[in-house]
């Protein structure tokens, strides 16, 4: 019995264990070893060149324009995204005092939610390449179209330097709203009724009952809304990749890490200089989620 | 509260909501307009309606412009892709949760761990283990670079972290008595998986086949890297990104808007089917 027990456990971990090994354990493993060298070519061979790589990325312009890119997004995307997603949460599961049982607070709440979700399903290259025609320059483009007939001179964000991040900035809001319309909505649908009941009688309402009531009991869900919008704007490639003019263009205006490194590794074949970029912005996500979770824990102490 | 005041409130709210409603559905009704316009039309006023409609924009797309091939090509990676994943994912989940041998932790946190890592750290080496294993003996011409079967690998093993993850903890929660009863009949561990314990995790089993499925069928920068020159073997995101970007001046507009409305139809479809499960499947990942 004990011999088959240990045969079924090796069998049934044999092959995801190998997989798993071969291509993301062992990857990572090489990915620290190569950014210390000054491997450049397939058939080079790569020379040990120690913290080199590193000290560089200091004083490479593109890159630290990346990575403040990327803050800036890490700055905006999370609360954006999250304030129009409990605003309309809110709205559309109303608060306890309206009727909260059946489909939510305002007619057609069912629908909304249906049309909000939907980018969301939508691959992300596709967003990206639809909004890429959405802010055409000319008057061809859907937004330009009735700009240019009321008169004003067409616009076209992607084609600034001073523009082209916000429109990257709101494609991301854009795709993720409805993912947490859906996820707030069922928090707030889950929180005991008697609590508004409760709430209500003592005079809260509306607003106040939003604010007093419902949002402290979200908690939970939108610090953990916080962090995966966080990691994600840390992450974000095929928006910038795919939407914006020169691959992050207009003169490297809207470019993000992940960009850089995929464009210094297989445009540059700098590939140690790539992987040492891949190191820092796992650094900054692992010391991000970090830093959120350990606020959270110690708020969450302080509210007890 | 006043009735004319619950209006005034119900009022403002649909109007707040149908402003983001319009702010989603008019880009894709713009697109699929966009699709049966010629050339000209396109480059003309974005808003006036084609003169005929041109369906053989739709035409070239799936036929010149290869989307249907392109389309294929990712069903087929896809469903190839999350069946592995499910099945080892399960497996390792199955042994994880409710095995104790010397090393389950450790196996179980490194696959965790797998769910810090951004794909960027690693994409560098990725590229270099995927080209060597296709010069392994027999097998090596289906795993390399440029083929479907390599690609297929590496996504099951990027979603293993979270497939084992949620898995584990759910098989944790289900009862022992019942596998416990079907050992005493005599059953094999390998049957009391298959047969009573994977069907009774089913709605975990669910949820997360539809978050890997959305994940996987949204992925651009691992076939980017994999299927870099073989444009046979291309993905619809890939495929769709090249139509839009590279193609420059040349490209062939009222086809580029029919390839975009071809990818777009299948998921308003999926949508609409299957929201619910969709919803949740989701939201699972959210907390991962």
New interface residues.
């Given amino acids: 019995m004990n011999q088959?027990?240990?045969r079924?456990?090796a069998?049934?971990?044999a092959?995801?264990?190998t997989?798993?090994t071969?291509?993301?354990?062992?990857?990572?493993a090489?990915?620290l070893v190569?950014a210390l060298t000054d491997w450049r070519g397939v058939n080079a061979v790569p020379r040990f060149v120690g913290a080199d790589n590193f000290r560089r990325l200091l004083g490479d312009e593109v890159f630290l324009r990346a990575a403040g890119h990327n803050l800036l997004l890490l700055a905006l995307v999370p609360p954006l995204t999250i304030g129009?997603a409990l605003?309309?949460a809110w709205?559309?599961t109303g608060d306890g005092a309206a009727g909260r049982t059946g489909g939510g607070?305002?007619?057609?709440a069912g629908f909304?939610r249906?049309?909000?979700?939907?980018?969301?399903?939508?691959?992300?290259?596709?967003v990206?390449?639809?909004?890429?025609?959405?802010l055409r320059p000319?008057?061809?483009?859907?937004l330009?179209?009735?700009l240019t007939?009321l008169g004003f001179e067409p616009v076209g964000p992607l084609a600034e330097t001073r523009l082209a991040l916000w429109a990257v900035l709101f494609v991301l809001v854009?795709q993720a709203?409805?993912?947490y319309v859906?996820?707030f909505s069922?928090a707030i649908v889950s929180i005991p009724r008697e609590l508004f009941e409760a709430a209500a009688i003592d005079g809260a309402?509306?607003g106040r009952l939003f604010l007093r009531i419902t949002l402290p009991l979200l908690r939970d869900t939108v610090q953990?809304?916080w962090v995966?919008l966080g990691?994600a704007a840390?992450?974000v490639?095929?928006v910038v990749?795919?939407m914006t003019a020169e691959?992050g263009g207009p003169d490297h205006s809207t470019t993000v890490?992940?960009a850089e490194?995929?464009r210094n590794?297989?445009h540059y074949s700098r590939?140690g200089y790539?992987?040492a970029?891949?190191?820092v912005?796992?650094a900054l996500?692992?010391g991000f989620?970090v830093l959120v979770l350990r606020l959270t824990r110690r708020e969450r102490i302080e509210f007890r | 509260?006043s009735a004319a005041r619950a209006r005034l409130?119900?009022l403002l709210?649909?109007a707040?909501?149908l402003w983001?409603?319009l702010?989603?559905?008019?880009?894709?009704a713009?697109?699929f307009l966009?699709s049966v316009k010629s050339e000209r039309e396109?480059?003309?006023?974005?808003?006036s309606p084609p003169a005929t409609i041109r369906l053989d924009n739709w035409a070239r797309a799936w036929q010149q412009a290869h989307v249907g091939r392109y389309m294929l090509n990712s069903v087929v990676v896809v469903a190839c892709g999350t069946a592995g994943t499910m099945l080892?994912?399960a497996?390792?989940a199955?042994?994880l949760a409710r095995?104790r041998?010397r090393g389950s932790r450790i196996?179980h946190a490194?696959?965790v761990a797998?769910l810090?890592?951004?794909?960027?750290?690693?994409?560098?080496?990725?590229?270099?283990?995927?080209r060597n294993?296709g010069a392994l003996p027999l097998v090596g011409p289906f795993i390399g670079l440029n083929t479907h079967g390599g690609l297929i690998?590496?996504y099951?093993?990027?979603s293993?972290?979270f497939t084992?993850f949620f898995l584990t903890a759910f098989f944790g929660t289900l009862p022992e008595t019942v596998a416990e009863a079907a050992f005493v009949d005599g059953a094999?561990?390998?049957r009391v998986?298959f047969q009573i314990m994977l069907p009774m995790a089913r709605p975990g089993v669910v949820s997360v086949t539809v978050f890997n499925v959305?994940g996987q069928?949204?992925q651009?920068?691992l076939p980017?890297?994999l299927l870099?020159s073989d444009r046979d073997s291309w993905l619809?995101?890939q495929g769709?990104?090249d139509i839009?970007?590279t193609a420059g001046y040349d490209a062939d507009w009222g086809a580029?808007?029919a390839a975009?409305g071809m990818?777009?139809i299948p998921?308003?479809v999926?949508?609409?089917l299957l929201?619910g499960q969709?919803?949740r499947g989701?939201?699972a990942g959210?907390?991962k």
């Fill in positions: 088959h027990r240990r079924f456990v069998g049934f971990l092959v995801p264990v997989l798993y071969v291509y993301v354990l062992s990857p990572c090489q990915a190569i129009l605003l309309f709205l559309l607070a305002v007619r057609g909304y249906v049309v909000f979700f939907f980018p969301q399903v939508l691959a992300v290259v596709l990206a390449v639809l909004f890429r025609q959405i000319d008057r061809s483009g859907m330009n179209g009735p007939a854009w709203v409805g993912f859906v996820l069922a309402r509306g953990a809304g995966y990691v840390l992450d490639f095929a990749w795919v691959q890490m992940a490194v995929y590794a297989f590939f790539a992987c970029m891949g190191v912005l796992f996500t692992t989620a | 509260m409130t119900a709210s649909h707040v909501l983001w409603t702010l989603v559905t008019v880009p894709i713009w697109t966009a396109i480059f003309g006023d974005a808003w080892f994912g497996m390792a199955y042994v095995y041998f196996v490194l696959f797998g810090a890592l951004p794909v960027y750290l690693v994409l560098t080496p990725l590229f270099f283990v995927v294993t690998l590496v099951i093993a990027f293993l972290p084992v094999s561990h390998t998986f959305l069928w949204n651009y920068q980017l890297v870099p619809l995101t769709i990104a839009s970007t580029l808007f975009l990818a777009i998921m308003i999926v949508h609409a929201q969709i919803r989701l939201t959210a907390f």
